[in-house]
């Protein structure tokens, strides 16, 4: 099964970059699977995603709820835009994803999508908050458990 | 590990809101738009190198990347006081035609489409881009894409990716176009002219020929008489790369015309308790608040607005655009908000025009591609005319080229207090003696969406949209009504 991981996210964002920096934890782990990073939204998804039979979403969430580094799982259905509108510029995921479907795009058949809960989204700086800096390897030990990702893969040692 | 549903009860942090204030007989007495805020880029750039800013700027925002590129390229050639080559600004230009091209295309049909070819009226499951598509059918849906795919495949001959360029250098750009490369930008520069026309054909079919479209175009609903401000060639047609700054009053009669390098003569920035967001106005007329008017120092920018404070277009496809927009709507200036969709297209035209007519320039191919810098640098400003309006980069560093300040004036700050009075606007019109309908929050929408504004889109979070609140609160400050999206 052709699998694609991709972090979603903005590296100078402070902790809007937690999906890039999961993806470099995850990048050459597995040889099978291909691990990409992305500062895109919207329809590029359709130009990175396009032709595997998997796909596993890594962005950031802030329900201002959770603890900071809590992850979730959601599914691509929760994704669903609450009305009419998406926002003035991007199209959210799953209205890229019917997009893609519906102009018969080779669309991943399976999509887990992970969100991590962030602290801070707003300030412009490369690194990200303490609390998530100290939840990466969990999050990733996470993400590899759920997914089953050693069963389907060898690890690179 | 929890799993969750983003659903209407989900609250999100980092939500645009919008206030509405009624007096004692229920109408809006006030209106303002909220919205989140980034903070700290300017202390994120200082001790940097100033050389690092056409690649950190494509990260302040997840649409405009090449605007910043090319704004910060443009900050630099003024910083190290070097002239590009000639083949550079084309090459330049050239890249920086085809990203608006695409990006207005794909505002207009994908993202703006949904209040004019669906219809604001239609049912709220059909109002997105899926029943744009459904309306124009599959086929114009595929275009759409195609086009994208090209324009950013232009992007990445020239600037290394189609997001994130690094193509820009001061004194010129990092990569010479090959013969090979040029025939494919030819191709995407043909097939963006058609697909243009193409879509100025489905505006004509689905917009002008309803009547009830061009009413709300026409009407006062949306419709603020400010000055309109834009950069313009030497014959004073649109450019969105080069030139001076030309504004024109409520009349459409110039009142300036400047350099870039002089904005801080010109532009000022208000401010206000309610919001971080600040509210640029034109300082010899002065900020007489949210009003419009000749009094009011207030402008507006992005494509109406340069349209209006321009001669025309430089192409002849988007002049004869250009020309039939302003006979259908009763000549110049136009101070429709909606006409900025009519304008965008007509844009979109000229930009793809001139992608094609720079991929034939014998020049483009030359290797004579960048002047090197001698100077030692103390001050740069660079000005373009991003998708959504006119945008400025403002730089000063030490003898060393190391940042000490930095100051951008982007496009949304520009239209921010022509957004605010938009909301207002609508938002009077709209509420009558406390009945406040449903559909409001949609009609209010579109006094916005027009402007394409800019709204923390620099953040990727989930679910990828900034949540939307409206709250009217009556007399007594009392909240009675609440709708989000």
Redesign the interface.
Known sequence: MKTLILG??????TD?AI?IRIAEELEGEFPDITVEAT??????I??EVTGYDKLVII????????RPG??????LE??K?????????????A?AF??GE??GYPMPSQVS?Y?VE?KD?????EECTPELKQSISLIVG?IIK?ERLCQTSSPKS | MKKITIDPITRLEGHGKIEIFLNDEGNCERACLQIPELRGFEKFSEGRAAEEMPRITTMICGVCPTAHHMAATKALDDLFKVEPTSAAKKIRELMYSAFTAEDHILHFIFLGGPDFVVGPTAPVAERNVLGVIGKVGLEVGGKVIEMRKRMRNVLRIIGGKPVMPTAGLPGGVSKQITEEERKTIIEAGEYGVEFCQVALGLFDDVVLKNKDYVDLITGDVYAHKTYYMGLVDDNNKVNFYDGQIRVVDPDGKEYAKFKGQDYLDHIREHVEPWTYVRFSYLKNVGWKGFVDGKESGVFRVAPLARLNASDGMATPLAQAAYEKMYSTLGGKPVHSTLAFHWARLVEALYAAERTLELANDPEITSDDIVNLPTETPKEGIGVVEAPRGTLIHHYQTDERGILTKVNLIVATQNNSAAINMSVEKAAKALIKNGDVPDGILNMIEMAFRAYDPCHACATHSLPGRTPLELSVYDSRGVLVKKLER
């Open positions: 979603f996210g903005n590296p100078i964002l809007d999906g500062s895109e939204a919207g329809l590029s359709l130009d962005d950031s969430i802030k329900t201002g709820k959770g809590e992850l979730y799982k959601l599914e929760d994704l835009p609450r009305s009419d509108f998406s926002s003035s510029h991007g199209l959210d995921i209205t019917k997009l519906k102009l999508i969100a962030v989204n707003t300030t412009f700086g996470q759920e």
